[in-house]
């Protein structure tokens, strides 16, 4: 066995996921799993090649030699299927974590978190290499894999138990294990991989063990997957951003992470590196509808009801995000003996944005909160109670500076969309009144601030010069979350400060076709578009602001940046296309299933879900 098998780092886009709802792997086109955090999405990293492929650590398994390559999910499923092809063979890679219900976890004999690797050769012969270098706690820490034969090879860390199983003999050298095989036509080895964070160790079930679980597995996706109430165009597209948006999802709370990873930088030279693997409330409203929207209610219902616990937890203001229990996450560090995706440093673990004000979060619960209520949701007395009190922080905090949607770093602003949404706030608390069981007083005061935020975005958020609403007040520039203000009711698509926005935020933010920065600063220098702006677009002018040709192209063309098994990062190199920052990112997915749901409306001659008119008394066209 070879010391390593080291490469040059791969693009972001080269990579595909699995999960099991509790912690997610990334695996690159050729077969190495490079990222993988256990027990859950916010652990240390036991692989994270991604982050340094000499340090990181991979569990790789590939062909030898000259070979291509063909990927591809199990239809309806996040079974991911790998097909590597030579002149002397074919053969499949099937890699999957079992997913289990907490019922059959009480009752069936598996490891808690578990990646199982299939290899099967189709036709002629392939010879391949397999290497397993686990490099516990983001590589910090010795590792000496101890081979007890039947029991696998061995590795314990400070939080447990790493197990590898295979049927295919190792050699086991220090902090390495690896083999060199050939598989022949109808011949089939199985690895699998396992972690336990207490005793006693539940070892994978090789041989008909992993087909069965592969089974259930595929079963469970395929009869996830058929509940989802999607049937318009580009169903594959939509599926494939609800399978993700699931794998996000933390089962045993309802929590769902941005995205799997820490670090991918957002622009090559790095800095913009940041740990995504927590929820924000952010994306709240956003979830909360494309998950009822798409027909999956318990999804829908287990994310509000986590939302509604981890704010009580800070009650009555509300923290930016937590974890998937609902704490407030880790201080930011920095890990320095990583180089980073392709030499991108700092990498970070941690997310400092926990300290941050965010006005527009509050706009964002109450927003997810109402789906949950128009859909036959009820709330308790602690949750009412817990409403109202965000409503009387609303009133007292609208005026204050804040950190804004993007999360800057240093100087607080007046931002037009945090003020929009402390609006969209107390508009939907005052519509949820009587299901909070809100006195008049209590609504009247609402009412009170609400016309008062929007006499004050009319006046100093937007610009009659430039005929467009602006980042900040009194500011000249633009934001593509301006682009949401129909979205949450604050004002109609096809009002004319609205249609002359989205075309000095197309002059503006437009990168060519359907792709846009989220904003001009010091902060968004050198990144690359912002993958979600494209998809608003698309929502924006399905919601009335244009033609439906026009969203529909703009949607189309953004589906286009899609990697080959349909996942998107966070952003988009204008250009080469290529795949940038946290991967796979749930925000744009989130927008891509949410245009698709508006245009499917648009095309039926539905009014569309979000596009409430502006119900307050003077709304300005």
């Given at each position: 066995?070879?010391?390593?098998?080291?490469?040059?780092?791969?693009?972001?886009?080269?990579?595909?996921?699995?999960?099991?709802?509790?912690?997610?792997?990334?695996?690159?086109?050729?077969?190495?799993?490079?990222?993988?955090?256990?027990?859950?999405?916010?652990?240390?990293?036991?692989?994270?090649?991604?982050?340094?492929?000499?340090?990181?650590?991979?569990?790789?398994?590939?062909?030898?030699?000259?070979?291509r390559v063909e990927r591809a999910y199990a239809p309806d499923t996040n079974v991911l299927l790998t097909r590597f092809a030579s002149p002397a063979g074919a053969a499949v890679l099937t890699d999957f974590m079992p997913v289990q219900t907490e019922e059959e976890r009480a009752r069936i004999l598996r490891p808690d978190h578990e990646l199982v690797r299939m290899l099967h050769c189709e036709r002629g012969e392939m010879r391949f290499r397999l290497l397993?270098?686990?490099?516990?706690?983001?590589?910090?820490?010795?590792?000496?894999?101890?081979?007890?034969?039947?029991?696998?090879?061995?590795?314990?860390?400070?939080?447990?138990?790493?197990?590898?199983?295979?049927?295919?003999?190792?050699?086991?050298?220090?902090?390495?294990?690896?083999?060199?095989?050939?598989?022949?036509?109808?011949?089939?080895?199985?690895?699998?991989?396992?972690?336990?964070?207490?005793?006693?160790?539940?070892?994978?079930?090789?041989?008909?063990?992993?087909?069965?679980?592969?089974?259930?597995?595929?079963?469970?996706?395929?009869?996830?997957?058929?509940?989802?109430?999607?049937?318009?165009?580009?169903?594959?597209?939509?599926?494939?951003?609800?399978?993700?948006?699931?794998?996000?999802?933390?089962?045993?709370?309802?929590?769902?992470?941005?995205?799997?990873?820490?670090?991918?930088?957002?622009?090559?030279?790095?800095?913009?590196?940041?740990?995504?693997?927590?929820?924000?409330?952010?994306?709240?409203?956003?979830?909360?509808?494309?998950?009822?929207?798409?027909?999956?209610?318990?999804?829908?219902?287990?994310?509000?009801?986590?939302?509604?616990?981890?704010?009580?937890?800070?009650?009555?203001?509300?923290?930016?995000?937590?974890?998937?229990?609902?704490?407030?996450?880790?201080?930011?560090?920095?890990?320095?003996?990583?180089?980073?995706?392709?030499?991108?440093?700092?990498?970070?673990?941690?997310?400092?944005?926990?300290?941050?004000?965010?006005?527009?979060?509050?706009?964002?619960?109450?927003?997810?909160?109402?789906?949950?209520?128009?859909?036959?949701?009820?709330?308790?007395?602690?949750?009412?109670?817990?409403?109202?009190?965000?409503?009387?922080?609303?009133?007292?905090?609208?005026?204050?500076?804040?950190?804004?949607?993007?999360?800057?770093?240093?100087?607080?602003?007046?931002?037009?969309?945090?003020?929009?949404?402390?609006?969209?706030?107390?508009?939907?608390?005052?519509?949820?009144?009587?299901?909070?069981?809100?006195?008049?007083?209590?609504?009247?005061?609402?009412?009170?601030?609400?016309?008062?935020?929007?006499?004050?975005?009319?006046?100093?958020?937007?610009?009659?010069?430039?005929?467009?609403?602006?980042?900040?007040?009194?500011?000249?520039?633009?934001?593509?979350?301006?682009?949401?203000?129909?979205?949450?009711?604050?004002?109609?698509?096809?009002?004319?400060?609205?249609?002359?926005?989205?075309?000095?935020?197309?002059?503006?933010?437009?990168?060519?076709?359907?792709?846009?920065?989220?904003?001009?600063?010091?902060?968004?220098?050198?990144?690359?578009?912002?993958?979600?702006?494209?998809?608003?677009?698309?929502?924006?002018?399905?919601?009335?602001?244009?033609?439906?040709?026009?969203?529909?192209?703009?949607?189309?063309?953004?589906?286009?940046?899609?990697?080959?098994?349909?996942?998107?990062?966070?952003?988009?190199?204008?250009?080469?296309?290529?795949?940038?920052?946290?991967?796979?990112?749930?925000?744009?997915?989130?927008?891509?299933?949410?245009?698709?749901?508006?245009?499917?409306?648009?095309?039926?001659?539905?009014?569309?879900?979000?596009?409430?008119?502006?119900?307050?008394?003077?709304?300005?066209?």
């Open positions: 066995m070879q010391a390593g098998m080291a490469r040059p780092p791969r693009g972001i886009g080269r990579y595909a996921m699995v999960g099991d709802c509790r912690s997610a792997a990334l695996i690159s086109d050729d077969g190495s799993v490079d990222w993988l955090c256990w027990p859950r999405f916010e652990s240390d990293a036991v692989f994270a090649a991604i982050l340094d492929p000499e340090k990181g650590g991979r569990f790789a398994v590939r062909p030898e030699g000259e070979f397993f270098e686990p490099r516990p706690r983001f590589a910090e820490l010795g590792v000496h894999l101890a081979d007890r034969h039947n029991l696998g090879v061995r590795c314990r860390t400070r939080d447990g138990l790493l197990t590898l199983c295979s049927e295919e003999p190792l050699e086991t050298t220090g902090d390495r294990a690896g083999a060199t095989f050939v598989l022949r036509a109808g011949e089939t080895r199985t690895f699998a991989v396992s972690f336990e964070e207490e005793g006693p160790s539940v070892l994978p079930a090789m041989g008909e063990g992993c087909r069965s679980a592969l089974d259930h597995t595929l079963r469970f996706w395929r009869s996830w997957s058929s509940r989802t109430a999607y049937e318009g165009p580009h169903r594959d597209a939509v599926m494939r951003s609800a399978l993700t948006l699931k794998l996000l999802a933390y089962a045993p709370s309802g929590a769902i992470v941005a995205a799997p990873t820490t670090s991918l930088p957002e622009r090559a030279r790095g800095g913009l590196n940041w740990d995504y693997r927590y929820c924000w409330l952010r994306d709240a409203a956003l979830t909360s509808r494309a998950l009822f929207g798409l027909g999956h209610r318990d999804e829908a219902e287990a994310f509000v009801s986590w939302l509604l616990t981890a704010a009580s937890t800070t009650w009555p203001r509300v923290h930016v995000l937590y974890d998937v229990f609902g704490r407030l996450p880790p201080e930011e560090k920095e890990i320095p003996h990583l180089r980073g995706h392709r030499g991108a440093r700092p990498v970070r673990v941690g997310n400092a944005a926990r300290s941050q004000v965010q006005l527009d979060l509050y706009g964002e619960l109450v927003g997810a909160v109402g789906y949950f209520v128009e859909h036959g949701g009820e709330l308790d007395r602690a949750a009412r109670r817990m409403l109202v009190g965000l409503g009387r922080v609303v009133c007292e905090s609208w005026r204050q500076p804040d950190h804004g949607i993007w999360e800057e770093r240093g100087e607080r602003k007046r931002y037009t969309h945090s003020r929009a949404m402390c609006w969209a706030a107390l508009d939907g608390l005052i519509h949820l009144g009587r299901e909070l069981g809100l006195e008049k007083a209590a609504i009247d005061r609402f009412a009170v601030h609400r016309d008062l935020i929007r006499r004050e975005v009319e006046e100093f958020g937007y610009d009659r010069a430039l005929g467009s609403y602006t980042r900040t007040f009194g500011g000249a520039d633009v934001d593509a979350s301006l682009l949401l203000l129909p979205w949450y009711g604050y004002t109609e698509a096809s009002a004319p400060r609205m249609r002359s926005t989205f075309d000095r935020i197309r002059r503006e933010l437009g990168l060519g076709g359907a792709l846009f920065k989220r904003y001009q600063g010091p902060l968004t220098e050198g990144e690359g578009a912002f993958g979600i702006c494209s998809f608003w677009a698309a929502e924006y002018l399905a919601l009335g602001g244009g033609s439906l040709d026009d969203a529909s192209a703009i949607f189309e063309e953004a589906l286009a940046y899609a990697n080959d098994v349909g996942l998107y990062a966070e952003e988009i190199a204008p250009g080469s296309g290529e795949a940038l920052g946290n991967f796979p990112q749930g925000f744009t997915h989130l927008g891509l299933v949410n245009a698709a749901l508006t245009l499917e409306e648009r095309r039926q001659g539905k009014e569309p879900t979000r596009a409430e008119p502006a119900r307050a008394a003077g709304a300005t066209a």
